[in-house]
């Protein structure tokens, strides 16, 4: 649960998870109207990987991020769906998109 305690995190990973195709790191340089480095991005996504929410695959120079859907709901339920809606509720009481691009 560490891995969704930020915001940013639980940004990339719902925007992922709602995709229709991979994403890549690139998708997320900005975020609540700041641009984020690729370094600090890198980091993000490596806990992200790390906690078993999502498989990256390197095509090129890219790495294309999907989600882990199957792993995901067998180890948390319903618990990631109620964390994702919670974010989602705070950015439209913020009057932030929960997509800033």
């Given at each position: 649960m560490h891995a969704l305690s930020d915001p940013l995190r639980v940004h990339?990973?719902?925007?992922?998870?709602?995709?229709?195709?991979?994403?890549?790191?690139?998708?997320?340089?900005?975020?609540?109207?700041?641009?984020?480095?690729?370094?600090?991005?890198?980091?993000h996504f490596k806990v992200l990987r790390e906690a078993g929410l999502i498989r990256s695959e390197?095509?090129?120079?890219?790495?294309?991020?999907?989600?882990?859907?199957?792993?995901?709901?067998?180890?948390?339920g319903a618990l990631i769906a109620a964390i994702i809606n919670a974010y989602a509720a705070q950015c439209a009481r913020a009057h932030t998109?929960?997509?800033p691009q």
């Open positions: 990339i990973f719902s925007q992922i998870a709602s995709a229709q195709c991979p994403q890549t790191c690139s998708a997320f340089l900005a975020f609540s109207n700041r641009n984020i480095p690729k370094s600090t991005l890198s980091q390197r095509k090129g120079v890219e790495m294309h991020n999907t989600p882990r859907h199957e792993d995901v709901h067998e180890r948390f998109p929960p997509d």
